[in-house]
């Protein structure tokens, strides 16, 4: 049983060692450019928005986390909020992991966020902070498909392949970040799931295999994820979008 009578503090941990390779080449991903600022940066923006989260880990490249805290501390950030940079893994669970290990033991719920998911409202963060609060496990933004899906047996590239099924879509989300833990069962699944290959790339999957429960709670459309240069287009539109309507 935790101590109800200690606060409640949220931590963000965002996974940024990743190389970004649909971007092409170039920088690691989570240094690309939006608006002059680096994604990432963006990214933990994006967290530190948020009033309930007191700290946000930075998960860098195995060699580049001195870079990753000069990045920081060379952009404005929330004061009230708490900053740290640790070296990843060689894999998105690893680095996660990592990332837990280095949380404060007075963090009560975790946030695990995609730093090329840079422009997520801060709305969903509070929501998804808010149904962990209220005792969820492990909570995802998600929203509905617009598109019908196939299930198909994969062949080669360029190759037709032969569908197998079309699931019924109204049971059907697309997943997004921040995904919202607490803090115990997120550390119980990456303590009791070894990284098997590429490891997990979805942590409340990892929750899923423990048999606990995950929730979903409304995603946002301006909460997906920059993977391709038609993202890093519609990601600028955005911003755009924001700076006519907050006049900044």
Same mark, same amino acid.
């Given at each position: 049983m935790?101590d109800?009578?200690?606060?409640?503090?949220?931590?963000?941990? %965002?996974p940024?060692? #990743?190389?970004?390779?649909?971007?092409?080449?170039?920088a690691?991903?989570?240094?690309?450019?939006?608006?002059g600022?680096?994604?990432? %940066? &963006?990214a933990?923006?994006?967290m @530190?928005a948020?009033?309930?989260?007191?700290l946000?880990v930075?998960v860098?490249?195995?060699? *580049?986390?001195?870079?990753?805290?000069?990045?920081?501390?060379?952009h404005?950030?929330?004061?009230?909020?708490?900053?740290?940079?640790?070296?990843? #893994?060689?894999?998105? $669970?690893?680095?996660?992991?990592? #990332?837990?290990?280095?949380?404060?033991?007075?963090?009560?719920?975790?946030?695990?966020?995609? @730093?090329?998911?840079?422009?997520?409202?801060?709305?969903?963060?509070?929501s998804? %902070?808010?149904a962990?609060?209220?005792?969820?496990?492990?909570?995802?933004?998600?929203?509905?498909?617009?598109?019908?899906?196939?299930?198909?047996?994969?062949?080669?590239? +360029?190759?037709p392949?032969?569908? %197998?099924g079309?699931?019924?879509r109204?049971?059907?989300?697309?997943? $997004?970040t921040? $995904?919202?833990?607490?803090?115990?069962?997120?550390?119980?699944?990456?303590?009791?799931?070894?990284?098997?290959?590429?490891? @997990?790339?979805?942590?409340a *999957?990892?929750?899923e295999?423990?048999? @606990?429960?995950?929730?979903?709670?409304? *995603? &946002?459309?301006?909460?997906?994820?920059?993977?391709?240069?038609l993202?890093l287009?519609?990601?600028?539109?955005?911003?755009?979008?924001?700076?006519a309507?907050? +006049?900044?």
């Amino acid at each position: 049983m935790s101590d109800q009578s200690r606060p409640y503090r949220t931590a963000a941990v %965002i996974p940024a060692a #990743g190389r970004g390779v649909r971007l092409g080449p170039g920088a690691p991903k989570a240094l690309r450019v939006l608006s002059g600022t680096p994604m990432l %940066i &963006h990214a933990v923006r994006a967290m @530190a928005a948020s009033r309930s989260v007191s700290l946000v880990v930075v998960v860098a490249p195995p060699d *580049g986390a001195s870079e990753v805290k000069n990045l920081l501390d060379e952009h404005a950030l929330p004061e009230r909020t708490d900053y740290l940079v640790v070296p990843g #893994g060689d894999t998105r $669970q690893e680095s996660v992991g990592l #990332g837990l290990a280095a949380l404060p033991e007075d963090i009560s719920a975790v946030l695990v966020h995609d @730093a090329a998911r840079p422009l997520v409202p801060v709305d969903t963060v509070d929501s998804v %902070i808010e149904a962990v609060r209220d005792g969820a496990p492990a909570v995802v933004p998600a929203l509905p498909l617009a598109d019908t899906v196939k299930e198909v047996e994969p062949g080669a590239p +360029g190759d037709p392949e032969p569908v %197998i099924g079309t699931p019924v879509r109204a049971r059907l989300r697309a997943v $997004q970040t921040p $995904q919202g833990f607490d803090r115990d069962t997120l550390v119980r699944a990456h303590e009791t799931l070894a990284v098997d290959g590429e490891g @997990a790339t979805d942590d409340a *999957g990892m929750v899923e295999q423990l048999g @606990a429960p995950v929730v979903v709670v409304p *995603g &946002h459309e301006e909460a997906f994820k920059v993977t391709r240069p038609l993202d890093l287009v519609l990601a600028e539109a955005v911003l755009a979008r924001r700076r006519a309507n907050d +006049g900044f």
